[in-house]
């Protein structure tokens, strides 16, 4: 019990440590669908950025794009274009726009916005059917979609 | 290593076999009803897709089997339930639904036109709505909840005498308006991914979204019988279940929206043949 308040309050300082810098997804701005700054102000882990995009969990990209990279998990969807080299055809700036909001880059994208609060119809609460509640937050997190982002940069050919 | 690489490979494969076209595959039901399960599309739709096809052809050969005979198709025994509640009497008025409706052949082609437009209620109304109309004013006895249990066998039993008819609901008229509804309700992105129906199984049919292989979404084949749940599904809990994975707030089954989009969805398989009970993964 101690333990895990101590460890919930350790949790609560390091996320509120980097709130210092992150940009809240109703503050990003967008330069012809690119996001120059990092949200997070830490820089992108790639090798879990690779994780995040194979999880069902978490960004789930693989049900929508292949990756050659990430053969080792089955099932890759082809509702958007594979992304192997996709780090040679975007630059940094312009993959953290379109995982934040590929809308923007690409007008009424199939692609949902990982990183976007508003302006939703039916927002639901996560995959339970139920109204959101105030839990809602965007699907990724800044420092995921930093990981993510990084990871991607990797993918060139 | 060596047989990491061929474990990597049949998932390699696999996924490429999956994501094939439609089967080219013909149904036959038990060896003498033959099925359409392709067929132009109606002129409503036309601008968006060439053909309408049925899910059956979405689906792997094991399962496209299972629905060609009868003493295959474990949906059938859902099918039989309902026809003893056809033959039971229940409610106030010491009546089952054969004591006015005789035989439930005589229930053939009904399923082709729901929903449909109830002239003396002035409603839409579904199957499942007609037959709960029935027991609570003509049997006084208690609605069935929607798609549950009695409800879904009974709307299946009612689909399993119309086999082989061509779905064919009517949407103009007095049924326009909730048409519109409808039709607006699968154009809509919901939830926080912000998906239409469309988007799946209208633009990407054929492909496929992580392991599944998406079809057009048609409802000429419900309710269907899921190997996954091993029990009869309704079109409205489907459309629960689609719009919950787009991370959205649902709509309940036998809720008016639903009732909209289960005609809309409809009308866009007019001229498939009715195929209830089907089986699906």
Same mark, same amino acid.
């Given at each position: ?157 | ?16 076999? =999956? #994501?094939?076209?439609?089967?080219? @595959? ?6 003498? &009803? ?5 067929? *132009? %599309? ?55 639904? =054969? #004591?006015?409706?005789?035989?439930? @052949? ?6 082709? &036109? ?5 002239? *003396? %209620? ?160």
């Amino acid at each position: 019990m101690k333990i895990s308040f101590m460890m919930a309050a350790a949790a609560g300082l390091v996320s509120s440590g980097a709130f210092a810098q992150e940009i809240a997804p109703t503050a990003v701005s967008f330069n012809e669908g690119a996001i120059e700054h990092s949200l997070s102000g830490v820089p992108g882990d790639p090798v879990n950025g690779r994780i995040i995009v194979g999880d069902k969990r978490q960004g789930n990209c693989v049900a929508c794009h292949e990756v050659t990279d990430l053969v080792d998990i089955p099932f890759h969807g082809e509702i958007g274009p594979m992304l192997d080299g996709a780090g040679d055809r975007w630059s940094e700036a312009e993959l953290r726009g379109i995982v934040a909001n590929a809308k923007i880059m690409f007008e009424d994208s199939m692609m949902p916005s990982f990183y976007k609060t508003e302006g939703f119809i039916r927002p639901g609460n996560a995959y339970t059917g139920e109204a959101a509640d105030d839990t809602f937050g965007p699907i990724l997190s800044a420092q995921q979609i930093e990981d993510v982002v990084a990871y991607l940069s990797t993918l060139t050919e | 290593m060596r047989y990491f690489t061929g474990a990597v490979l049949a998932a390699l494969l696999s996924t490429t076999l =999956a #994501s094939a076209e439609p089967a080219e @595959d013909t149904l036959v039901l038990n060896e003498e &009803t033959q099925m359409v399960t392709r067929t *132009a %599309a109606p002129a409503h739709i036309s601008h968006a897709v060439d053909e309408i096809m049925s899910g059956w052809l979405f689906r792997g050969i094991e399962t496209r089997a299972m629905q060609m005979d009868d003493f295959d198709n474990p949906g059938m025994i859902f099918v039989e339930q309902a026809q003893d509640m056809w033959d039971t009497v229940e409610g106030s008025e010491g009546k089952s639904c =054969a #004591s006015c409706h005789e035989s439930m @052949d005589s229930m053939a082609g009904v399923k082709a &036109t729901y929903p449909k437009w109830n002239e *003396a %209620a002035g409603e839409m109304r579904t199957l499942q709505m007609q037959m709960n109309d029935c027991r609570s004013n003509r049997m006084g006895a208690e609605a069935w909840k929607y798609d549950k249990g009695p409800a879904i066998n009974m709307e299946a039993a009612l689909a399993s005498v119309s086999r082989g008819m061509p779905v064919n609901v009517a949407i103009d008229g007095p049924a326009q308006s909730t048409w519109e509804l409808g039709k607006e309700l699968y154009y809509t992105r919901t939830g926080q991914l912000e998906l239409s129906c469309a988007n799946c199984h209208e633009e990407n049919y054929g492909n496929m979204i992580r392991a599944d292989h998406l079809s057009q979404g048609q409802i000429n084949g419900f309710p269907v019988y899921r190997l996954k749940n091993t029990k009869l599904n309704g079109s409205h809990s489907r459309f629960k279940g689609c719009i919950r994975d787009t991370r959205a707030q649902t709509y309940s089954p036998g809720s008016a929206e639903f009732v909209a989009l289960e005609l809309y969805v409809a009308s866009r398989g007019n001229g498939l043949s009715v195929e209830g009970p089907s089986i699906r993964n």
